[in-house]
């Protein structure tokens, strides 16, 4: 099971961190991703880091302002979300991966948390 937590509502140019707790499985053998869906759009994907850290990428959108990262010990993977845009309103997820690397679509996740909502106004 996967367990978000952090959204809020935050004015534009602010900062919120994501956690996403994980359970039931060895988290450290998988991948992680965030993705976010916004009202009426596509869930689409946001980041995501490999098993063991060593590797994280990110939407172009968001590229330089969010960071994914991950600790082991604690099953726990965060994004770090700073300058924050009205457009980056969405439900946030956690999704746990199929494999070690990193997925970018959803099929390559098959175990996904509740969902935050991130609100962004200007």
């Known amino acids: 099971q996967l367990q978000a937590s952090g959204g809020g509502l935050v004015q534009a140019g602010g900062s919120l961190r994501l956690s996403c707790a994980a359970s039931?499985?060895?988290?450290?053998?998988?991948?992680m991703g965030w993705f976010r869906q916004a009202p009426g759009k596509e869930r689409e994907f946001v980041a995501g880091?490999?098993?063991?850290?060593?590797?994280?990428d990110y939407a172009d959108s968001v590229k330089g302002r969010f960071t994914i990262s991950r600790d082991n010990a604690k099953n726990t993977v965060y994004l770090q979300m700073n300058s924050l845009k009205p457009e980056d309103t969405a439900v946030y997820s956690c999704?746990?991966?199929?494999?070690?690397?990193?997925?970018?679509?959803?099929?390559?996740?098959?175990?996904w948390g509740q969902g935050t909502q991130v609100t962004v106004s200007s």
């Open positions: 039931g499985r060895t988290f450290s053998r998988y991948g």
């Open positions: 999704a746990l991966g199929r494999v070690c690397a990193l997925g970018y679509s959803t099929d390559t996740y098959d175990n």
């Open positions: 880091i490999r098993c063991d850290g060593l590797r994280k």
